[in-house]
């Protein structure tokens, strides 16, 4: 019998600490940290790498043969021993599983076989681990770096704002405690329902997208592939898109002659998602009350009819929904009605505006912008950024609020890229120096030069000569025209 002594109990803690911490939280630096000060002098690109080889080592040291298997460890340690070794098989086909998931995309909606299927299955029984609690932890294993990749990939910035935002979107997959998630929670998700809330264009579909696809998939032994295609697990309404009349019909489905236009059965959301999968209602503020408690009955009793159909049929996928209303309007009068609003809130999350995300962190815009250029040219091209960059600074200055976000940065980098220049007109100009000075003066912000600058600038726009703006603001000429050029030296830096 594997009895643990009290140094490798304490190193197994720690180690059963890092795989189930948070990445993309606070408190996995800490754990990082308390690691590194096991391996003084090691360099952070290879901590991880000193870490495996230690857990390996530590775990070999257990049994003379240097392969310890989990049924000869006793009761007591079973946890920590069985964690440490999930960790090692973790690191060991981290690459692989990554592989998987990159070629998955490409190959859509067809699950792939597992190319190392049968290694990780010898893994798994060479330390004891029977078939079932193998396909447990390749489930969970690839759930992980599915969700790691999703969340760090699509969602990008280091504003608190932003961190703060993939640390709420992991623990909406995976609870607050993944090694209880993973014991009770794994395949009985469902019934946690998601509202995202943020203005227009900050990022809510990609975030819906990033905790959609990352749901838990079983692993079938015998095809040696998870039971399906995560590419298949997300499912997405525009409500806005449809008239009341066929919104029903786009949700529940219907027969054929349920109504006139009717010619043959449709699938609605509900009934295209898949059982380990996700629909998303995007645009929920504008539902009406009537189709709110026929939605509030589905998410109650996990069954729906298709209009014009008697036949009630099950829905087993998580509801995720978002809308740019602000919380107070949907909670208050004219919003949700209160059961349906509490029944599909498990979590709230909020996707921060882009001016806030800038105003934390004035970098955020640089890692968006090398992001997007990415994006558009298909590689890391910083003549453009740069380009772009400085069109933005010049044009718009510092303090532009963004109203559109990150989409409206995405098409001010198109825009850019075609013409070298965002701003349409005169008035597109004046507007966004407006939008700017009003948020300066709301915020409290603005001392009195720049707002003389700024308010004379704005006026200059909106009427092309010095002399216009001369009079009303009741400044000589030669004054006026200072304060526009210093507004306009300021903009460029
Ligand atoms: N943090 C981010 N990092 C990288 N790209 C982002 C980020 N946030 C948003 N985007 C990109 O911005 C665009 C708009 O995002 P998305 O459609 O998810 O916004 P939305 O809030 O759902 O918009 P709407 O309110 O109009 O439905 C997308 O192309 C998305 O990839």
């Given at each position: 019998?594997?009895?643990?002594?009290?140094?490798?109990?304490?190193?197994?803690?720690?180690?059963?600490?890092?795989?189930?911490?948070?990445?993309?939280?606070?408190?996995?630096e800490a754990i990082d940290t308390r690691i590194a000060g096991l391996f003084p002098g090691a360099r952070v690109e290879s901590l991880i790498d000193e870490t495996i080889r230690e857990v390996s080592a530590r775990l070999e040291a257990l049994e003379p043969s240097g392969r310890p298997r989990i049924?000869?460890?006793?009761?007591?340690?079973?946890?920590?021993?069985?964690?440490?070794?999930?960790?090692?098989?973790?690191?060991?086909?981290?690459?692989?599983?990554?592989?998987?998931i990159h070629r998955q995309v490409e190959a859509g909606d067809t699950s792939l076989s597992v190319p190392f299927a049968d290694e990780a299955h010898a893994f798994f029984q060479a330390r004891g681990f029977t078939t079932d609690q193998f396909c447990h932890y390749m489930a969970l294993c690839y759930q992980l770096r599915r969700a790691f990749l999703l969340i760090r990939d699509s969602l990008v910035g280091e504003s608190r704002a932003m961190r703060n935002l993939r640390r709420d979107l992991w623990n909406n997959v995976f609870t607050h405690d993944i090694g209880l998630y993973a014991r009770y929670l794994i395949n009985r998700m469902e019934d946690f329902s998601t509202l995202i809330l943020g203005e227009t264009g900050t990022g809510k579909g990609t975030a819906a997208i990033a905790i959609g696809r990352s749901g838990y998939i079983p692993f079938d032994p015998v095809r040696k592939a998870f039971t399906e295609s995560f590419t298949r697990t997300f499912v997405s309404l525009n409500l806005s898109q449809y008239p009341e009349t066929l919104l029903e019909s786009e949700l529940f489905g219907h027969k054929k002659g349920a109504f006139t236009g009717a010619v043959e059965d449709h699938k609605g959301v509900l009934e295209r998602c898949s059982p380990n999968g996700a629909i998303f209602l995007d645009e929920l503020g504008e539902?009406?009350?009537?189709?709110?408690?026929?939605?509030?009955?589905?998410?109650?009793?996990?069954?729906?009819?298709?209009?014009?159909?008697?036949?009630?049929?099950?829905?087993?996928g998580r509801v995720i929904a978002a809308t740019n209303r602000p919380f107070e309007?949907?909670?208050?009068?004219?919003?949700?009605?209160?059961?349906?609003?509490?029944?599909?809130?498990?979590?709230?999350?909020?996707?921060?505006?882009?001016?806030?995300?800038?105003?934390?962190?004035?970098?955020?815009?640089?890692?968006?912008?090398?992001?997007?250029?990415?994006?558009?040219?298909?590689?890391?091209?910083?003549?453009?950024?740069?380009?772009?960059?400085?069109?933005?600074?010049?044009?718009?200055?510092?303090?532009?609020?963004?109203?559109?976000?990150?989409?409206?940065l995405e098409q001010c980098t198109r825009r850019v890229l075609i013409?070298?220049?965002?701003?349409?007109?005169?008035?597109?100009?004046?507007?966004?120096?407006?939008?700017?000075?009003?948020?300066?003066?709301?915020?409290?912000?603005?001392?009195?030069k720049s707002l003389t600058c700024g308010y004379c600038a704005m006026l200059y726009r909106r009427y092309g000569t010095y002399g216009d703006v001369a009079r009303i603001t009741g400044l000589d000429r030669r004054t006026a025209k200072k304060y526009i050029e210093e507004f306009a030296q300021e903009q460029t830096g």
């Open positions: 019998m594997i009895r643990l002594t009290d140094t490798q109990r304490l190193f197994f803690t720690l180690v059963s600490e890092a795989i189930y911490a948070n990445p993309f939280a606070e408190e996995r049924d000869r460890v006793d009761k007591k340690d079973k946890n920590l021993v069985e964690n440490a070794l999930v960790f090692e098989f973790f690191y060991l086909f981290r690459e692989r599983f990554d592989a998987l539902i009406p009350a009537h189709t709110q408690i026929k939605l509030l009955q589905v998410l109650q009793e996990r069954q729906f009819t298709p209009v014009g159909s008697h036949l009630k049929t099950r829905f087993n309007e949907i909670t208050g009068t004219g919003g949700f009605r209160d059961d349906f609003f509490y029944r599909l809130c498990s979590d709230i999350i909020t996707v921060p505006p882009l001016r806030v995300r800038i105003e934390e962190d004035p970098e955020e815009l640089t890692t968006l912008l090398n992001h997007t250029v990415k994006r558009m040219v298909g590689k890391d091209s910083p003549e453009y950024t740069d380009m772009v960059r400085e069109v933005i600074d010049r044009q718009l200055g510092a303090h532009y609020p963004w109203p559109g976000n990150v989409r409206e013409k070298k220049s965002y701003l349409l007109s005169r008035n597109t100009e004046e507007a966004s120096l407006t939008e700017a000075l009003t948020h300066g003066v709301r915020n409290g912000e603005m001392d009195l």
